[in-house]
């Protein structure tokens, strides 16, 4: 099968079995994003599919052939921080740093799902979608976060959400040495 | 070589030891140059963590790497007489089906225990006691593999229920505090008190839960063990594996580099690290195990539950005369272990008249441990709320209540305290919040929702720890230091690069910092709230030795010198620390508790702030505002304290609103074993919370000052909670976690 995972194309032999988590964390050597429950109840291994936001865990990877899938390494490197990588880092939206990943692409996924104009169960005017911290934190309550950095990443999400504009969940530019490639491996 | 050069097979470090006996007025740390220390700089690990390139124990690689999954007995107690893997064999993929009954360990080990854990799994002491495990090729075959195994057993009699053995109380061994203590004439006393309370508050079984579940990858490298593992306390945790194996220490490395939270669960080995290690020796490959969440549930430690009587007995002003606080704790047969539930009601308030029991009842559920704040986070939301109705009672302010029972010395011991700032934590914490504002129980009405404000003392025992590290100044002017001391998310990377730089005098840049592995010299490890203090003492040493040498090679008094951006500033000379030394210099610190703590009570103090509102039609609490003001010496990084602290309160949110493992009655089963059903806080639960710090150094508890912080969040949080509700609705529920329920039943009908 053939997988699109931060504009890199993979092939792989897939079981039917694996979870497209399984599939990034235990045969692509893709393991930022986290397996916390591995049934869908605490986000910690949220992607983005085709631009939406999945739990990767309850999904299977034979499901997402040819899908734009963006995991946290997609969205920017160390030396490239994606705009919400920053603010969490700048705002310690974290401690142990284990629901980070999942934390970050949510909230990337969350944004451009405000600014398509879905409510969420707190939103009062069905006419009127707008982000504000009750807002954050209703539709960000898929992620949980023991060291509860909850605070801090409402004020992450805050500073980010003006920023972002339409850029908000492609993955960063490619550097020189990190060109479009084909991998083969067998799942 | 030093003696703890050799222990780690280092080279010919240096060491500067100090035994804690008297007090350290001077600290480099309050005249540094370089001014990064408590400074709110971000963590140094940070770009790795928002990356998703920052390694945790499940995500090393390696070459022909095997699954493992364990499988789990499916009663509660009696033994097995035969494990069926016929069909799991069968199944593609699955290599062996490996089951070692005497070495597998029962339990998880212990915090700190540097002896094997309970070894043995043929008998079964609680539903869900790993018996064996699968490995196969893949997770997903060794998964299958799991669920295929049958177990034949003969089912034997226990004790499960908590209700049904409230009498079977034994008085535990002497532990941090003994099981039973005296003083004074309590019954006496209570009986002539003018005003008294005597309440009973129950608190469930809680799991720590931390987002990465329990890891480990299993590597025979010769004879020796490399095991990646989810670990809180490396150089304890390596000796109850080594142990456990039936290997020597040195056979044995742990690396922890990241630890997805522990919060107590991960203090001791866990039962997949030796199931790994015992399959990958069999198969001589690498076996990968990480527990299934509902696994971490069953067979990692919780938090014991708890029945705690609480007796007041005051004057007519509220002065405290009687004191008791008397509990039932839990734990399997088997272990030792029991939540020290009064440890902070030993010295909170005065009162001559003391009685503080705690009795473990013996009950066939998976072992109780240490969970944050083992003591304070169940002990202070009974007794904080009984303050609470003292109060009530007396119709005196709460703050003032504290007051009047503020002690003047540690009230049992007789001595002085190291440093207490409780009374001034509230005091500010009441104006910041806006407490006068607070309205008589039951009266704030704001449409269907009753409105309230709650208050409770923090206060958390501080601990200092043996502990060791190595800095090494490098001759291109970079620090490094390597111990064995973990990052739970607790920020050790960042404040342990903070006190390196700030007392050599680099750039935080300029500092490396290895943790987690075993190799290195033994730290305190995360647990206890210890860490910051003990290994950062550690590092103070290292760093205050290196200091004397380049001060020694430059000519000048080492206290005439100035360090800052890598250069060394005296007699006014400016030299590059790299000009003053030939080669990498590398001193091992090191930190040993000593007479100060028991000349002095060293604690951290604080207190907790909460408004909720409360529906009267459903019950439902929503917390709407939260603060904390907290003192614990020197804070030595705004940021990540912070931080610290709002992860303390939320978990007091959860103890007081949501948490609560239920064991099945009948056969001891963990019912709610995933995060769907063992609610913690999520988003939504939690609303801006503030934290604030009081300025404190602390001389008496270690080189740097600083006390710790990780439990003092949580110590009397879910109290505050809880009396926030009861000012809200004149309900008062003794039975935690307060769920809409519990509520409803209490308020007027006609609300």
């Excluded at chain 1, 692409?105 to 006419?127: Q, R, Y």
């Excluded at chain 2, 009842?361 to 007794?383: H, K, T």
């Excluded at chain 2, 590092?539 to 380049?550: D, G, Q, S």
């Excluded at chain 2, 614990?632 to 103890?655: D, V, Y």
């Amino acid at each position: 099968m053939r997988f699109t995972i931060n504009q890199k194309t993979y092939e792989a032999d897939v079981d039917v079995r694996t979870s497209l988590l399984d599939l990034c964390r235990e045969h692509l050597g893709l393991t930022g994003s986290k397996k916390g429950c591995d049934h869908g109840q605490c986000g910690a291994c949220t992607m983005l599919v085709n631009g939406r936001r999945i739990n990767s865990c309850l999904s299977l990877a034979v499901m997402h052939q040819d899908d734009e899938i963006v995991t946290i390494e997609g969205l920017g490197t160390v030396e490239d921080l994606h705009p919400m990588q920053a603010a969490f880092v700048s705002h310690d939206g974290y401690q142990c740093g284990y629901c980070t990943p999942g934390q970050i692409c949510s909230a990337v996924g969350m944004l451009d799902e405000v600014k398509k104009g879905w409510p969420s169960h707190v939103t009062g005017d069905l006419n009127e979608v707008s982000l504000n911290d009750a807002e954050i934190s209703e539709r960000m309550s898929g992620n949980i976060c023991r060291c509860a950095a909850y605070p801090n990443i409402v004020d992450a999400i805050r500073e980010v959400a003006g920023q972002l504009g339409d850029q908000a969940i492609k993955p960063a530019p490619r550097t020189a040495n990190e060109q479009p490639a084909q991998e083969k491996v067998s799942a | 070589m030093s003696i703890l050069g050799k222990l780690f097979g280092s080279d010919d470090a240096e060491t500067n030891a100090l035994v804690m006996d008297e007090p350290r007025p001077h600290s480099f740390l309050d005249h540094g140059a370089q001014d990064v220390i408590g400074k709110p700089i971000n963590r140094v690990e940070g770009p790795l963590k928002v990356t998703g390139r920052a390694p945790y124990a499940a995500e090393y690689p390696a070459e022909r790497l095997a699954y493992g999954v364990l499988v789990r007995a499916t009663f509660g107690s009696g033994k097995i007489t035969k494990i069926d893997d016929s069909a799991a064999r069968a199944l593609p993929g699955v290599i062996d089906v490996v089951a070692d009954y005497d070495t597998f360990i029962r339990s998880p080990g212990q915090g700190g225990a540097t002896e094997a854990p309970p070894q043995g799994v043929q008998e079964v002491h609680y539903f869900g006691e790993p018996v064996a495990v699968v490995v196969g090729e893949t997770f997903e075959a060794a998964r299958d593999g799991a669920a295929a195994v049958r177990l034949e057993y003969d089912e034997a009699d226990a004790s499960y229920a908590f209700a049904a053995h409230k009498d079977q109380g034994k008085e535990p061994k002497e532990d941090q505090i003994p099981g039973h203590s005296k003083q004074g004439d309590f019954a006496g006393a209570f009986d002539k008190a003018a005003v008294k309370i005597d309440v009973t508050y129950t608190t469930p079984s809680q799991n720590s839960t931390a987002m990465e579940p329990h890891a480990s990858i299993a590597e025979w490298r010769d004879d020796t063990l490399i095991l990646h593992g989810a670990y809180q306390m490396v150089a304890s945790d390596q000796q109850q594996l080594a142990k456990a194996l039936g290997v020597s220490a040195d056979k044995v490395r742990i690396i922890a580099r990241f630890v997805g939270g522990g919060f107590g669960s991960k203090l001791g080995i866990a039962p997949e690290s030796v199931a790994a290690a015992v399959a990958a020796k069999k198969l001589g490959r690498p076996v990968k195990i990480v527990l299934a969440r509902q696994q971490v549930y069953e067979a990692t430690v919780r938090r014991s539950n708890t029945e705690q009587r609480i007796r007041l007995g005051t004057d007519a002003n509220g002065k405290i005369d009687a004191l008791s606080h008397n509990s039932l704790v839990t734990n399997t047969p088997y272990e030792q272990y029991w939540e020290p539930v009064a440890i902070g009601t030993h010295f909170l308030y005065g009162g001559e008249n003391r009685e503080m029991n705690h009795d473990l009842i013996a009950l066939n559920l998976n072992a109780a441990g240490s969970m944050r704040a083992p003591g304070e986070a169940v002990g202070m939301m009974g007794l904080e709320c009984a303050m609470d109705e003292l109060a009530e009672q007396l119709g005196i302010d709460p703050i003032e209540l504290r007051r009047r029972n503020e002690p003047a010395q540690e009230p049992e011991k007789g001595i002085p305290f190291s440093s207490r700032n409780l009374i001034p934590a509230l005091e500010k914490g009441a104006q910041l919040f806006g407490w006068s504002q607070r309205k008589k129980a039951g009266t704030d009405r704001r449409g269907e929702w009753l409105h309230g404000m709650g208050v409770s003392s923090a206060v958390r025992t501080n601990m200092l720890m043996k502990s060791a590290a190595k800095v090494t100044l490098t001759t291109d002017g970079r620090a490094i230091i390597d111990t064995d001391m973990t990052d739970i998310g607790t920020g050790s990377y960042t404040i342990l690069a903070q006190i390196a730089a700030e007392t050599l005098g680099l750039p935080v840049e300029k500092v490396v910092v290895h943790l987690g592995d075993g190799k290195a010299p033994p730290s305190s490890g995360s647990g206890g709230s210890w860490g910051a203090g003990s290994a950062g003492s550690s590092v103070y040493l290292a760093c205050e030795k290196i200091r004397e040498k380049l001060a020694k090679s430059m000519g000048v008094a080492v206290e005439e010198m100035t360090l800052k951006d890598g250069r060394a500033i005296a007699d006014n000379r400016v030299v590059p620390i790299t000009e003053l030394i030939d080669e990498n210099l590398g001193v091992i610190g090191q930190i040993e508790p000593g007479k100060q703590e028991k000349k002095f009570h060293q604690a951290g103090y604080g207190a907790h702030f909460c408004a909720v509102k409360v529906n009267v039609v459903t019950g439902e609490v929503r917390v709407e505002r939260m603060l904390g003001v907290f003192a614990a010496g020197r804070i030595l990084n705004e940021k990540t304290a912070r931080s610290q602290c709002l992860g303390g309160m939320t978990f007091g949110i959860g103890a007081a609103m949501t948490e609560e493992m239920i064991h099945d009655d009948r056969n001891g089963k963990v019912v709610n074993r995933d995060m769907a059903e063992y609610h913690v806080p999520s988003h939504a639960d939690v609303p801006h919370l503030e934290v604030h710090f009081l300025e404190e150094r602390d001389i008496h508890v270690n080189p740097i000052h600083a006390k710790g912080i990780g439990e003092l969040g949580i110590s009397g949080a879910g109290a505050a909670v809880a009396n926030a509700i009861f000012n809200a609705t004149g309900v008062r529920v003794r039975d935690f976690p307060i769920t809409c329920d519990k509520i409803i039943e209490q308020l007027p009908f006609d609300a």
